[in-house]
Nanobody, 130 residues
Framework: QVELVESGGGSVQPGGTLRISCTTA????????MGWFRQAPGKEREGVAAIYSLIPSGESTYYADSVKGRFTISRDNAKNTVHLDMASLEPEDTATYYCALDAAFARLLPNTKCWGGNYWGQGTQVTVSS
């Protein structure tokens, strides 16, 4: 059974930085697609960032327009872990951030290798406030 454990959420002032991480267990191979969604109160869940495998080969990254230039996603294949480094945080970034894997990104990233299991973490809260 695949397990996802998120860490690193918390409160930060506007303009601050924060790193959130997602460590996976229970799967012997690297995931094709790893990344993050977020959901703020009263808003729909949105894809924030992903690092994903291309067809037939290669890798790329996705960022929502609202976070481009501020957030950086990275992965550690040896540990099957994905990180999201967030800088210049804004109050609008306040949300619960969910780690997600593979088919969770199928709609957001069509024509990629985001297939297979649809895995989600429990979420970690990020609050940006002065």
């Amino acid at each position: 059974q695949v397990e996802l454990v998120e860490s690193g959420g918390g409160s930060v002032q506007p303009g601050g930085t924060l790193r959130i991480s997602c460590t996976t267990a229970g799967y012997p191979y690297n995931f094709n697609c790893m990344g993050w969604f977020r959901q703020a109160p009263g808003k729909e869940r949105e894809g924030v960032a992903a690092i994903y495998s291309l067809i037939p080969s290669g890798e790329s990254t996705y960022y929502a327009d609202s976070v481009k230039g501020r957030f950086t996603i990275s992965r550690d294949n040896a540990k099957n872990t994905v990180h999201l480094d967030m800088a210049s945080l804004e109050p609008e970034d306040t949300a619960t951030y969910y780690c997600a894997l593979d088919a969770a990104f199928a709609r957001l990233l069509p024509n990629t290798k985001c297939w297979g299991g649809n895995y989600w973490g429990q979420g970690t809260q990020v609050t940006v406030s002065s």
